[in-house]
């Protein structure tokens, strides 16, 4: 098999050395190194490919918003070699079957490795648990749960999942949201839903939830995992959670690292945008601030971008009739820089930690999240960390363009991802 | 001005007074034996009611046709209209037919801002969701200047469903402006949570209130609130957020009684206060007419007043 050898590139921000990719796996590392083929990387920062515990594809029941194909070809755009398939797909990923397609069409699609997530109950339903044992024992090998987009908000039964999959080494991953709370809710409870009359989603609907899965999981001795962290308090929740040593892990998005509720009401796209409704909603600037240093120091372990592509006409409505959700894989390293990098809140190796090792390791993905070192499966991201550039989600792979940064100048730009040694992306470009 | 009326918050002061102003000229039109100017002669306003409002269509269908406006009635109740892409399509079908304001009644909050990204007319709104009501802040407003003069210093007390009022939102916004002091007294349950940045005063006691008021506002309280645990019952609601007779003894002489309509009678107010001499519920909707007049004259630059009045 013939190698490759990326010239100069500077692994996690550090000296440029040459990368040797020969069968898939890193071959050696240092100066001057040759191979049949080179990628030029001076001035680019290598990362290990990034992996995503929250992608929605969309597919099977979807197919006009995203597909696997689609969707992984936005992955590889934006550097990452694997992702996380949520459940909420028609009909939901939650049989042996609906997960074995998924990770099939990943397969086949070759940019960047499917790993289905599979629902916790039926059809999202919340009564009863979905056959988790089998969807762990298939071709796919779940071993993350969520029924994200709902919230088990039984505690029973999330007492029961919680247990019942430690027989596999499972994990669940719970979308936070106490539904009695959050009925109608449309946006951020606060000052501005005040204003502009929208029916608020109060902070502690999520949090009161997280706090509750967290005394679940310890009692259990189980481990979980939260979805898109939002607010200031969950955020205090997971430190006392961690400090106790209970296994529990959480992620946040992109955007809440980014964007506040204030856009709801003023942005450039106009008062009630719905590119700016999402779940859970934008919060405040305090929250924001909040999440930063959580993710700085460990609280929150990992960015997930809860890529969520809906059609034109989904988001092309008022305000309460639209979908929530924002696409999020082919800005989430930039968005990730301007919070994190330039604030100086994460070094690069700091971004390899949140962006692969930890998500890959809480996923229980062999083969990705590993550091780029010798005899490492050879899953890298150039990256181009000195340039800045207007987002213009026109040439986008995604099916869809539900961004909220259209017209924002962000830093930062993927030059090639590469997959067990093969190249996805080339000069910002599929491969 | 701007070129839409969506929000009371989009009115300066001066706005607000040209507003006001105009409509004392316009009533006096009201109250000739042809009460229709010229205006707006060639000119298309359309009415797109999603919710059904029959008092306020009516109001600006007179309103728009005294200005001799040609009025388009769309009524999208009963229509394919609860997907937003309904809505975008609605606005270009009346950008096609060259509308020059859409007065918009719509039952989601903020679907006026929406329509306003789609249309090149004036957009004007009619009532959207929870959010704002701007033509009636503006009438009532109006109802209180003909009554007791400038609004400057005067206490204006609001009462009810706070939170899910697009008049409560609309009045704070336009009467702050005009220099009043409003207070809000509902139940805790019925204000939002960050009702203390409002530009106005809160309360929970209505009886520490009146006494200081020179208007009384109340509310309309829709009885499914009841079944969401807002209040316990529709007797104690009334008992201690209600205006009875002997509540009203407690107002100053000359203070007024408000209701934008539709009231439930012997809910928030006794029937007895609402037909009493004090009550301007009657002459609101008079208001409503003339108010509505000066928004569309002033939204759609209409010739000199002055002249076409004498």
């Not at chain 1, 039964?157 to 719970?174: H, N, S």
């Not at chain 1, 929150?300 to 809906?310: E, G, K, L, N, R």
């Not at chain 1, 991802?417 to 992306?425: E, K, S």
Request: aromatic residues 4%.
């Amino acid at each position: 098999m013939s190698s490759i050898v990326i010239k100069g590139a500077s692994i996690l921000g550090g000296e440029p050395r040459d990368i040797l990719i020969r069968d898939g796996v890193v071959a050696d590392i240092g100066q001057g190194l040759t191979g049949d083929e080179t990628v030029e990387a001076r001035g680019l920062i290598a990362l290990p490919g990034l992996v995503d515990l929250h992608t929605h594809l969309r597919e099977p029941g979807r197919e006009d918003a995203e597909t696997v194909a689609t969707g992984t070809r936005a992955a590889a755009l934006g550097g990452y070699t694997a992702v996380h398939a949520m459940a909420n797909t028609e009909p939901v990923a939650d049989t042996a079957g609906v997960v074995e397609q998924v990770w099939r069409l990943g397969q086949e699609a070759g940019y960047c490795d499917v790993q289905p997530v599979g629902a916790v109950t039926v059809g999202l339903g919340g009564e009863r648990l979905a056959e988790l044992g089998a969807m762990a024992d298939s071709a796919a090998q779940v071993r993350v749960f969520s029924d994200d987009g709902k919230c088990v908000s039984d505690a029973v039964l999330m007492r029961r999942a919680l247990e019942y999959v430690k027989a596999f080494d499972g994990v669940v991953a719970q979308h936070a949201q106490e539904p009695r709370l959050t009925s109608g809710a449309q946006m951020n409870e606060g000052a501005v839903s005040g204003r502009l009359g929208l029916t608020g989603w109060p902070a502690v609907a999520e949090e009161a939830v997280i706090a509750r899965d967290c005394l679940l999981a310890a009692h259990v001795g189980s481990r979980l995992h939260v979805c898109h962290v939002s607010t200031a308090g969950s955020v205090e929740i997971l430190r006392w959670a961690k400090s106790k040593g209970w296994d529990v892990t959480a992620e946040v998005t992109p955007h809440h690292l980014l964007l506040t509720d204030e856009l709801v009401e003023d942005s450039p796209v106009g008062a009630y945008n719905p590119i700016y409704k999402v779940n859970p909603p934008l919060r405040t600037r305090a929250d924001v601030e909040a999440l930063r240093e959580a993710l700085a120091d460990g609280t929150i372990d990992c960015v997930a971008t809860d890529h969520a592509p809906h059609p034109v006409e989904d988001k092309e409505t008022e305000w309460a009739a639209a979908a929530m959700g924002m696409i999020g894989l082919e800005t989430a390293l930039s968005v990730v820089q301007e919070a994190m990098v330039e604030t100086g809140l994460l070094d690069w190796a700091g971004v390899a930690e949140r962006m692969s090792l930890a998500p890959a390791r809480i996923g229980r993905l062999r083969g990705h999240g590993r550091s780029i070192e010798v005899g490492a499966p050879a899953n890298i991201t150039l990256y181009d960390a000195s340039v800045r550039g207007e987002v213009d989600p026109s040439g986008y792979a995604s099916k869809s363009r539900n961004t909220p940064y259209e017209g924002r100048t962000l830093p930062g730009r993927v030059v090639a991802t590469f997959l067990r040694g093969r190249p996805t992306v080339l000069n910002g470009k599929l491969a | 001005m701007k070129r839409h009326l969506i929000s009371a918050a989009d009115l300066s002061r001066d706005d607000a007074l040209l507003i006001l102003d105009t409509a004392d000229e316009l009533a006096k039109i009201s109250e000739r034996s042809i009460k229709k100017l010229p205006t707006l002669r060639g000119r298309t306003v359309v009415n797109l009611f999603f919710e059904d409002s029959t008092r306020t269509r009516i109001s600006f269908e007179a309103a728009a046709k005294r200005l001799s406006a040609d009025v388009i009635n769309f009524s999208a109740k009963g229509s394919s209209v609860s997907k937003g892409e309904s809505l975008k399509d609605t606005a270009l079908t009346l950008e096609a037919m060259g509308a020059d304001a859409v007065v918009i009644r719509h039952g989601a909050s903020g679907a006026p801002h929406r329509l306003a990204t789609w249309v090149r007319g004036s957009v004007v709104n009619a009532g959207d969701g929870t959010h704002e009501h701007p033509t009636q802040a503006l009438l009532d407003a109006f109802t209180m200047r003909r009554r007791l003069g400038s609004l400057d210093g005067r206490k204006i007390t609001i009462v009810g469903d706070v939170l899910h009022s697009r008049v409560a939102r609309s009045n704070v916004l336009l009467l702050s402006t005009l220099g009043a002091e409003v207070t809000l007294v509902a139940p805790p349950t019925l204000f939002p949570v960050s009702v203390d940045s409002w530009p106005c005063q809160i309360s929970y006691d209505l009886d520490a209130v009146l006494p200081k008021s020179d208007v009384v506002m109340m509310l309309r309280v829709q009885r499914e609130r009841m079944n969401a645990a807002f209040f316990p019952t529709e007797r104690e609601y009334s008992r201690r957020y209600g205006l009875d007779r002997d509540r009203v003894a407690r107002m100053p002489d000359e203070a007024i009684v408000m209701h934008p309509g539709p009231m439930n009678r012997g809910m928030e107010i006794a029937a007895e206060v609402a037909d009493s001499p004090r009550s301007t519920i009657v002459e609101q909707v008079a208001n409503g007419v003339t108010t509505r007049m000066a928004v569309l004259y002033l939204l759609l630059g209409g010739a000199d007043l002055g002249g076409e009045i004498q």
